[in-house]
């Protein structure tokens, strides 16, 4: 498939750090949990992410002294809005559209990246954060903000070692940090330790939001289903797919310009892609396994290549499917912002003949499911 080439991001580009935001306990234990094996040219992010969190931590525990009592008590009175799906299919479109519902709550870039303060010191550093993030993402081009809607899968990585995103920080580990996606041979104290760090973020989320029902989008959580049910046996679910032939390519691609400015360590992309190759089985796999379990009228499932053509229509279907309210409220929003999105043409691919043997070995059973032809 791909050749084994060396990625090597720019060793002072430090600003797209997710470490930065997580607290001193939880980078020692990634630190610890490597071995503190970094590579030589990466120190100036270890340097910098280790700083900024040492800064923030005085931030931190006043945060937790004024507020940890308010959200322990704190009840998620609606169940979450789960949006999952692979990486590169299309959730985030989901997601950005749906948060214009101000009836939900949702994680902005802002709680995502730094989930300890965002409660006491939001003007202190959602400008810092403001003025280090670029306008768009470095893969997409897709708008970013610091209140704009994002994954908090991130913030959970800040609290606790096990979240998918330190895998792509310490590549040489990423398959240890797969399996916090699948939650597979993973001991009983992990999962009590992630689910009480999920809860306590969620509540967090919700005293800030004034007890909204959260929308939250998470690619990690297609391979979650039975856990977030034990959590939250209501929760509802939107799951997007997309053509495996196109998803392989697109996330080559994320991959190749994502983890170079992530890592602390240096990676290849073959081993990248042999790691994305087995996950996103092992996440299907999971995920159909488990989507049985959602009660009937809490799933509904979205093909990509329809929601970018039509995108209000579907929106409109997930109203109906899950028994939302509010849809003609927000029609206009959902419109206008569809029509920003319009010129937004998704790429095509020439599926080489090496790609369609190895996803006919390893995918052929979720294009099965999905009715794709191969």
């Keep these: 498939m791909t050749k084994p080439l060396q990625l090597h991001g720019n060793v002072f580009d430090v600003k797209y750090e997710p470490l930065a935001g997580a607290s001193v306990t939880n980078l020692l234990r990634l630190y610890a949990q490597n071995k503190f094996l970094i590579s030589v040219r990466y120190m100036p992010r270890m340097l910098y992410a280790t700083a900024l969190s040492s800064i923030i931590a005085p931030f931190r525990l006043k945060e937790n002294i004024q ?67 670029t306008p768009k993402r470095p893969m997409d081009d897709v708008p970013m903000g610091t209140d704009l809607p994002q994954e908090e899968e991130y913030a959970i990585g800040a609290f606790i070692p096990y979240a998918y995103y330190n895998g792509w920080i310490f590549p040489k580990n990423m398959g240890f940090y797969n399996s916090f996606v699948t939650m597979e041979h993973v001991s009983k104290d992990v999962i009590d330790e992630w689910k009480k760090a999920y809860l306590y973020f969620l509540k967090k989320l919700t005293y800030y939001r004034n007890g909204k029902r959260l929308i939250l989008k998470n690619p990690a959580h297609t391979a979650r289903i039975k856990l977030l049910l034990e959590m939250f046996p209501d929760a509802q679910f939107i799951n997007i797919y997309r053509n495996p032939y196109h998803l392989y390519y697109s996330m080559m691609r994320f991959l190749r310009i994502v983890v170079p400015i992530y890592c602390i360590q240096k990676s290849d992309m073959q081993t990248l892609e042999g790691h994305m190759l087995d996950l996103y089985a092992q996440m299907y796999k999971k995920y159909f396994e488990e989507r049985t379990l959602i ?21 409109e279907k997930i109203y109906t499917t899950l028994g939302l309210k509010d849809f003609e409220a927000s029609k206009k929003s959902f419109s206008d912002y569809a029509t920003t999105q319009k010129f937004f043409k998704a790429s095509t691919y020439d599926v080489e003949p090496v790609v369609k043997d190895t996803l006919h070995n390893k995918w052929k059973f979720v294009f099965d499911k999905f009715g794709y032809e191969m």
């Design 67 to 133: 507020f940890n009592k308010s959200i322990k008590q704190t009840e998620i009175k609606h169940p979450p809005l789960f949006i999952t799906g692979h990486w590169r299919s299309g959730t985030t479109y989901i997601h950005n559209m749906l948060s214009l519902d101000n009836t939900f709550g949702y994680c902005s870039t802002f709680t995502a990246t730094v989930p300890g303060v965002f409660l006491g010191s939001e003007k202190i550093f959602k400008p810092v954060l403001a003025a280090s993030i």
């Design 295 to 315: 009660p009937k009228g809490n799933l509904v499932e979205i093909k990509y290549e329809d929601f970018i053509q039509n995108p209000l229509e579907n929106i």
